[in-house]
């Protein structure tokens, strides 16, 4: 598997639990704010046997691992991964992803105790957003209704850029929830640049206001609650 870099701990992951962090190479989107670009090629990072990585994730004081990207679902032994890492109940195992690989993620999920998902924009402007060849959107669907019905917790977020998304992709994300029967918490991630993101991206977005994203949060379904990370 190839991967972009594992860091020892991190408290900031996994909500209350320390996690060592795998960061697999390469990704089947382009998002534009991508704060990890370099591991989009499918050719970066290194080549990693799987043992290696479990062993490298041992020995760390965590409680748990977190595989994040790049998209982990792209790299088809990600279920022997997840698996080998699976040794004790006590240990958390989360996974960070965009769905577009649900015929991977379906064999990831026995193993999960949760899965960040990233919806990134309204179903009709999922493509655009992600600049992908064809429409990625019905597999990111069939993704979200694998990890609904499986036993590891679904937490939805979104990344908002200015102006790449609106409130109207935000409704539409949110009666997405609704309809699947979500209940818990959204969380909505103001877009800044950082040392990862494209210098050329990063001067065509805009960092959205606190008022913009706080207006985001009013008028949720029943249910839902949206978490802002302001940071
Ligand atoms: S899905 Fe994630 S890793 Fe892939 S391009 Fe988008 S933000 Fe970057």
Redesign the pocket.
């Known amino acids: 598997m190839r991967i972009g870099s594992i860091i020892d701990i991190s408290l900031v992951d996994v909500p209350g639990i320390p996690v060592t962090v795998v960061f697999t190479a390469g990704?089947n989107?382009?998002?534009s704010?991508?704060?990890?670009?370099q591991?989009?090629p499918r050719s970066s990072g290194t080549d990693m046997p799987i043992q290696a990585i479990v062993k490298k994730t041992q020995g760390s004081l965590s409680s748990g691992c977190c595989i994040t990207?790049?998209?982990p679902t792209i790299h088809r032994d990600l279920p022997q991964l997840l698996k080998q890492l699976r040794q004790k109940d006590d240990y958390h195992l989360n996974l960070n992803t965009?769905g577009s690989m649900p015929e991977v993620l379906k064999n990831c999920l026995p193993y999960l105790d949760s899965v960040w998902f990233?919806i990134k924009a309204d179903p009709i402007r999922y493509r655009e957003v992600?600049r992908t060849p064809n429409d990625p959107w019905p597999k990111v669907r069939e993704s979200i209704d694998l990890v609904m019905s499986s036993d590891a917790a679904f937490w939805p977020r979104t990344?908002y850029a200015g102006n790449l998304l609106s409130n109207r992709d935000i409704r539409a994300i949110l009666e997405l929830l609704e309809k699947v029967g979500y209940q818990g918490e959204y969380v909505m991630q103001k877009y800044v640049a950082s040392a990862g993101t494209r210098k050329a991206e990063a001067a065509r977005l805009r960092v959205p206001t606190r008022e913009e994203i706080e207006s985001l949060a009013r008028d949720t379904p029943p249910g839902i609650k949206m978490r802002l990370e302001l940071f």
């Open positions: 990704c989107f382009d998002c704010y991508c704060q990890n670009a591991i989009i990207g790049g998209e965009q990233d992600v990344t």
